[in-house]
């Protein structure tokens, strides 16, 4: 080998992508493929239930997609005070997020809960039911495993033992996070605006 | 090496200080290799995993083989024929193909990019463990539950599992139960795996290791692995729309309520169409290293072997309909998918001819490795060949579910994966264990193996253009089809011996085998220049690279590759 | 060792010759029905363009195996290294950029041109307008037989399809209307047609116009469970005269021999009308095979076993021991029951 060539190889400095990042992304790849299964199911299945409550009966979140979507926003400022060591900063836009987050499923209790007493809508009274709660389901399941992902930081925070290096750490799990929130713009998008 | 068993973390090429078989030390061997995080030893781990599962999906394949090789055998009864063949295709589908594939992989990829070990070594074991216990989930279907006819719960729908058959109303066992339950736990471990292949090829290069000087294994195990992401997940999610049909009363495939038996094809395909190029593309991984060291001459074509990899997993994820060319799509429809699957034939055939062009010009050696790839080669291009007729829709409606295109998918499975897996295991197994196989051994493996597969595969061709569909216990005596089943049936047997050649080959040679060196066969990627086997740390000091074949430039310093690349 | 490959490459290509040959021969001696439904043995227009396509699609996958495998067994063979001791490497070719541009598109022709070709015979298949001339059958799958209605001609007919002889001149094809009251099916009888599945809650369509007249073999080709091996088809492709005759006859009511009232009454008594119908009687029931003309067909249970009066009485009495898993469950007759029964349907013509 020529020393001309390896004085060069390690003169430039070498530069790769982060795996924690790498790895997320390729999570939320996997996730979509999913997502989009269920979607596809549901769009499919408009109109062809042949009995039982329809997708009128649904009413639009309105409050609940802005409280959900809101987190967005503070965990992104929670992002950039970690980022510059503000601690105490980060701490509060997390727990925010966290409530926002949890608000969001709370609201989605109480809307199933008047969908089933109310309108009789549960996973087997016909193919809209199934398909409603699949989908909105798989996603607020989703929402339950980052809000526990949440959580845990959270407790880590408040112990004290995150410090400015995680940062790279937590911008992975925020990535998680923003993918939560996205998908649920489309899972709104498809059952509340064209589903309706 | 003749007194140690499996390779001792930290030995250094030497044999390693001999062993006192106690009972302590036999649970601490064990505890060691339960919970490794070490990729060489998670990959050995996939590869025994694989080659078990092989053996068992050999056994199922040889039942099924008795059965029909004459008309209206009684060997098996129509129950548990159906969960045999149900069994054999999910067994190789699933616990040997995808698990292969993480076999080579994990023990390579870290040793070729210069990296210690994989990205994430606990995801790594996690993702194994999974794999592991889902097979064992779909093993166990076979005692456990009431079972329907008295012939155990083991799934019985084909693999495929189409619904409604899958459905409460129609399976009121628990065999779709297992099927789902266990594919859905190995599938999580599969995209553990897919994620920390791509993660260390992407991060954890060596300095000077570009992409475009990434050894074409690791490219094509990189391709396959987002294409895993994408593939494997349609499948879960179907899965779990089956479970929710099954348990929660959900209506997705429920025909009697509006559902739609079509949706699951479509998902299943969807899946199913990208999964074959999942199973295939790391037997190109395989072939991309064996074929240039043994003609002598570096690959043919480097940036067209990736982008047609690319391009291959790309299109492959638009042609899942040429399996439902019959269930009654429009002619526009079936048309679009026609174009598509052919479409996807040209960047598959220019790897052919990279191939052979690599071969073109060379100084071949037929060491037992490049024995198993030339037959690649070879059945691969009629693998294709028969593809291209099945893409044919109008032909397709004659084919489809007849046994041309079981002669078809074992052609590729077979015919190019299998003999690919014994190919690289020929060529990689004296760096995992520090000795060769036998060579004599080997080519008695490759001679009979080869012999059965054509008289099997070729052979199998016929019935289905005699009009003999899958899927059948038995078949009528007056079909014509009688005589062509028996040729098939003995060269199936005549396959089993091979394979049973093959594990007698790998036993005996790692105790008897020549010892190997580091570099037996005189080849250039990276992990020929660790001991073989190689330390727990893999390189004592970080390599430094500055072309496609690091080694070839050490060993001819007046003609390095990087003057050309 | 050195010319093993090459050996073994001669070995296949003569394998190959001789499965081509065989394949060949199939055509050159089918016409007509015959008991091996051959592919390659069409009786109908459907059948016939996909052989037709066939034959150009093997002329040009046969021809790129030729080509492709003379270059590999070629290289195997010229390029093999002399002499063990040999350690000088070859030259180091990395690439060509005219060569590889010249086999990516060469590949791409075949494929427009292969394309085409197919994608005319879809059409040609798949969008054939329908003559006023042709039959409608009303197909429906179930787990394990077949269902064929006539709604034009009010017959209700089972396992055992009779279609008109379809003249060039004067084509009478038979349009099938393909549904299931159960699971996925498929219909395939290879040498009138390619298969088409039967779909639950989804309609599909087949259409056939035989040429010669016979019996055409073919079975369920989409696994739809434990008995899909026995549910097997037979086409009778009848003359004009010959249909006629079997219309007229599947038309009549059920006959009424008073010398089987026994066995008629055993029938209505039993369980046997929840599930099947004798028109002209009570039974009216539609989950199995409508028995009205039970012997007018050469098998029972979808060709499970020939229609002789011994099979008939075994299968009443034990079903599982033709078909293992079919829907009908043993009646648990007695003897005497069992002799009546048989002798009334053995009236059924």
Redesign the interface.
């Known amino acids: 080998m020529s020393s001309v060539a390896v004085a060069q190889a390690q003169a430039e400095a070498w530069v790769q992508p982060s795996k924690g990042r790498v790895a997320m992304f390729c999570l939320i790849l996997a996730e979509s493929a999913i997502f989009t299964i269920f979607v596809v199911a549901y769009i499919y299945n408009l109109g062809k239930s042949l009995y039982g409550p329809t997708p009128q009966v649904l009413e639009v979140p309105i409050w609940n997609s802005i409280f959900l979507l809101s987190s967005s926003l503070t965990i992104w400022l929670a992002e950039r005070a970690v980022e510059h060591g503000k601690i105490k900063v980060f701490g509060l836009w997390w727990a925010l997020t966290f409530a926002l987050g949890t608000i969001f499923l709370v609201g989605t209790g109480v809307e199933w809960h008047k969908l089933i007493t109310v309108d009789g809508l549960t996973i087997s009274t016909n193919l809209f039911g199934t398909t409603f709660y699949s989908l909105v389901g798989l996603h607020a399941s989703h929402v339950i495993l980052g809000l526990i992902a949440l959580l845990v930081v959270l407790l880590f925070t408040v112990t004290g033992h995150v410090r400015e290096e995680h940062a790279e750490r937590i911008q992975v799990l925020a990535l998680y996070w923003h993918f939560v929130d996205a998908v649920w713009i489309v899972v709104f998008t498809v059952v509340y605006v064209i589903g309706r | 090496m003749a007194d140690s068993t499996f390779p001792v973390p930290g030995a250094i090429g030497a044999a390693a200080p001999r062993r006192q078989w106690s009972q302590t030390a036999f649970l601490a061997w064990l505890h060691d290799w339960v919970v490794t995080v070490d990729h060489k030893k998670l990959g050995i781990l996939y590869m025994l995993y694989a080659i078990f599962f092989l053996l068992v999906g050999g056994v199922e394949a040889m039942l099924i083989r008795i059965q029909l090789i004459r008309p209206e055998m009684h060997f098996l009864?129509?129950?548990v024929f159906?969960r045999v063949f149900t069994m054999h295709g999910t067994t190789m589908v699933f616990l040997v193909g995808m698990t292969y594939i993480f076999g080579f992989a994990n023990y390579l990829i870290p040793l070729m990019v210069g990296a210690r070990d994989m990205?994430?070594p606990r995801l790594n074991a996690l993702s194994f463990w999974l794999t592991f216990f889902g097979g064992l989930l779909l093993y166990y279907s076979f005692i456990g539950g009431y079972g329907l006819?008295g012939a155990g719960s083991a799934p019985d729908?084909?693999w495929w599992a189409?619904s409604?058959?899958t459905e409460r109303a129609?399976s009121p066992g628990h065999a779709p139960d297992y099927w789902a339950l266990s594919l859905i736990i190995t599938g999580f471990g599969t995209?553990g795996a897919?994620?920390?292949v791509?993660?260390?090829a992407?991060?954890?290069?060596c300095?000077?290791m570009t992409l475009m000087r990434l050894p074409l294994f690791v490219w094509l195990n990189m391709v396959t692995?987002?294409l895993a992401?994408?593939?494997?997940?349609?499948l879960?999610?179907?899965q779990?729309?089956l479970l929710?049909?099954r348990y929660?009363?959900?209506?997705?495939f429920d025909?009697?309520?509006?559902?739609?038996?079509?949706?699951w094809a479509h998902?299943f395909w969807?899946f199913g169409h990208p999964e074959v190029y999942v199973l295939v593309l790391p037997s190109f991984a395989i072939a991309n290293e064996v074929i240039p060291v043994f003609?002598?001459?570096?690959i043919?074509?480097?940036?067209?072997m990736v982008a047609a990899s690319v391009g291959i997993a790309f299109v492959s994820l638009g042609v899942w309909a040429h399996h439902m060319f019959?269930?009654?799509m429009?002619?526009v429809g079936?048309?679009f998918f026609?174009?598509s699957t052919?479409?996807v034939?040209?960047p598959t055939?220019?790897k052919?001819?990279?191939w052979?062009?690599t071969?073109?010009?060379?100084?071949?050696?037929?060491s037992t490795p490049m024995?198993f790839c030339?037959?690649f080669?070879?059945q691969f291009?009629?693998a294709g060949?028969?593809g291209?007729?099945l893409?044919?829709?109008?032909?397709?409606?004659?084919?489809?579910?007849?046994y041309f295109v079981i002669a078809h998918f074992h052609y590729v499975l077979v015919g190019a994966i299998v003999f690919a897996i014994f190919a690289g295991i020929y060529y990689w197994y004296p760096k995992a264990t520090g000795r060769m196989l036998s060579e004599k051994l080997g080519k008695w493996h490759f001679?009979l193996f080869?012999i059965g597969f054509?008289v099997t595969f070729?052979t199998m061709?016929?019935p289905g253009?005699?009009?003999m569909?899958?899927?059948?216990?038995?078949?009528?005596a007056?079909?014509?089809?009688g005589t062509w089943n028996f040729i098939v049936s003995i060269g199936g047997f005549i396959q089993a011996i091979a394979v049973l050649v093959f594990a007698y080959n790998l036993i005996y040679s790692y105790f008897k085998g020549k010892s190997a060196g580091n570099d037996p066969w005189d080849a250039w990627t990276l992990e020929w220049a660790t001991p073989s086997p190689p330390p727990a740390y893999n390189f004592a000091e970080d390599p430094?690279?500055?072309s496609r074949r690091p080694l070839w430039?050490?060993k001819?310093?007046e003609?390095?590759?990087?003057r050309?690349? | 060792m050195l010319t093993e490959p090459y050996r073994c490459v001669k070995w296949s290509v003569k394998w190959f010759l001789f499965l081509f040959l065989f394949l060949a021969s199939q055509a050159i001696f089918a016409e007509g029905p015959q008991s091996t439904p051959s592919i390659f043995a069409p009786a109908s227009t459907p059948a016939n363009s996909i052989y037709e396509l066939s034959l150009f699609v093997i002329a040009i996958t046969g021809g790129i195996f030729v080509t492709v495998g003379s270059l590999i067994a070629w290289a195997a063979f010229r390029y093999r290294q002399h002499g063990q001791d040999d350690t000088s490497e070859p030259a180091q070719i990395y690439g060509s950029t005219q060569v590889e541009l010249a086999w990516t598109v060469i590949p791409i022709l075949i494929v427009v041109v292969l394309f085409l070709t197919t994608a005319r015979v879809i059409f040609a298949i798949q969008d054939a307008p329908k003559p006023k001339s042709a039959l409608d059958v009303t197909v429906v799958g179930h787990q394990y037989w077949w269902e064929f209605n006539y709604p034009k001609l009010g017959i209700h007919a089972v396992n055992e399809l009779h279609v008109p002889l379809s003249d060039a001149d004067h084509p009478t094809p038979t349009y099938l209307t393909l549904l299931s009251a159960d699971v996925m099916h498929s219909f395939w009888v290879p040498q009138l047609s390619g298969k088409t599945d039967l779909v639950p809650n989804k309609v599909n369509h087949l259409w056939i116009d035989p040429h010669h007249p016979g019996l055409y073999v073919g079975q369920c080709a989409q696994f739809c469970g434990v008995e899909h091996a026995k549910m097997l088809l037979r086409v009778y492709v009848d003359t004009p005269e010959q249909f006629a005759a079997w219309v007229k006859n599947q038309q009549q009511q059920a006959v009424n021999d008073p010398k089987v009232a026994e066995g008629r009454h055993v029938f209505e008594t039993q369980a046997c009308m929840n599930c099947h119908t004798i028109a002209g009687t009570a039974a009216t029931g539609r989950f199995g095979p409508d028995l009205t003309h039970l012997m007018s067909r050469d098998t029972l249970a979808s060709g499970a076993t020939t229609n002789t009066p011994d099979h008939l009485r075994e299968w009443i009495r034990n079903p599982d021991t033709f078909k293992p898993g079919s829907l009908m469950p043993a009646m648990q007759l007695s003897d005497q029951q069992l002799d009546q029964v048989t002798a009334y349907l053995s009236t059924l013509r």
Request: neutral net charge; aromatic residues 14%; glycine residues 8%.
């Open positions: 009864s129509p129950e159906n990205a994430f006819y729908t084909m189409y409604p058959l129609f995209i897919s994620i920390n791509i993660a260390t992407l991060c954890m290069r300095k000077g692995s987002f992401l994408i593939t494997v997940t349609p879960t999610a179907a779990v729309m929710i049909d929660l009363g959900g209506h997705f025909t009697q309520a509006g559902g739609s038996a079509l949706i998902f969807i003609s002598r001459k570096a043919f074509g480097y940036p067209a019959s269930i009654g429009t002619s079936n048309a026609v174009l052919q479409l034939g040209i055939g220019i052919i001819f990279n052979v062009a071969m073109w010009g060379g100084k071949i050696r037929f024995l030339t037959a080669l070879f291009l009629i060949l028969t291209i007729i893409s044919v829709a109008p032909w397709n409606w004659q084919l489809h579910n007849s001679w080869v054509h070729d061709h016929i253009i005699l009009g569909p899958r899927s059948i216990f038995t078949y009528e007056d079909r014509g089809w430094v690279v500055t430039d050490i001819h310093p003609d390095p590759d990087w050309y690349e």
